[in-house]
Every structure is written in structure tokens, then in C-alpha cells.
């Protein structure tokens, strides 16, 4: 079984900046790509930024320029590090991750998700 565990989320305000950061744990051959979503009230859930395992990295447009995606293979770890946060980056946040198990084996994974409010 694998467990994705975000941590970081929190109340901040317009301007400021907060680091997420998800933790993948269970029997795990390799992670690919990893991504960050949010999900706001009402709202469906979007791609904020992903990351492949090479490192490549893709950003909403709405982010570009203000967050960071980074991951760190020898933990399992993802972080997001955002920055100039403003209120419309209100939302639960949550990690996904291509997890292969065993050769040929590929399962998609989401987290429990963290809540960011930014607001003043």
C-alpha cells in the first residue's frame, strides 16, 4: 500500500509565502511524475504545477512565476513552494504521484489534501 501525506497548508496573507510539502511512503519501486492540484469550494479540481522524474516542470498559468515545484527522489518528497500568494489561491491542496509497485505496475495516488487560505 502507498501513502501520500501533504503537510504545510495554512492561513497567510495576500503576499506572503508558504511551503507544501507531501511525503510518499509504502512499497515503491520509483515515483514519475509528481503534481500538485487544488480544489477551491465549488470549484473542479486543477493542475497548480507537476513535475516528471527527470525534472521536468509545467505550471498553470495562473502560478507561473510565483510557485516552485521540487522533489527530492531519495525521500519520496514533493514540495511547493508558494510565493505572492493572493486570495484566489484559496483552496485544498493535494499531492499525486505515478507510483510503479513492481515492473509494469503503475498506480496513480492522490493525498489527503492541505488547506491554504490566503486572505488579510
Known amino acids: 500500500q502507498v501513502q501520500l501525506v501533504e503537510s504545510g497548508g495554512a492561513l497567510v496573507q495576500p503576499g506572503g509565502s508558504l511551503r507544501l510539502s507531501c511525503a510518499a511512503s509504502?512499497?515503491?519501486?520509483?515515483?514519475?511524475?509528481m503534481a500538485w492540484y487544488r480544489q477551491a469550494p465549488g470549484m473542479q479540481r486543477e493542475l497548480v504545477a507537476g513535475?516528471?522524474?527527470?525534472?521536468?516542470?509545467n505550471y498553470s498559468d495562473s502560478v507561473k512565476g510565483r510557485f516552485t515545484i521540487s522533489r527530492e527522489d531519495a525521500k519520496n518528497t514533493v514540495a511547493l513552494q508558494m510565493n505572492s500568494l493572493k486570495p484566489e489561491d484559496t483552496a485544498v491542496y493535494y499531492c499525486?504521484?505515478?507510483?510503479?509497485?513492481?515492473?509494469?505496475?503503475?498506480?496513480?495516488?492522490w493525498g489527503q489534501g492541505t488547506q491554504v487560505t490566503v486572505s488579510s
Open positions: 499525486n504521484a505515478a507510483v510503479m509497485l513492481k515492473l509494469f505496475v503503475t498506480n496513480n495516488y
Open positions: 509504502g512499497s515503491i519501486l520509483s515515483i514519475g511524475t
Open positions: 513535475i516528471t522524474k527527470s525534472g521536468t516542470t
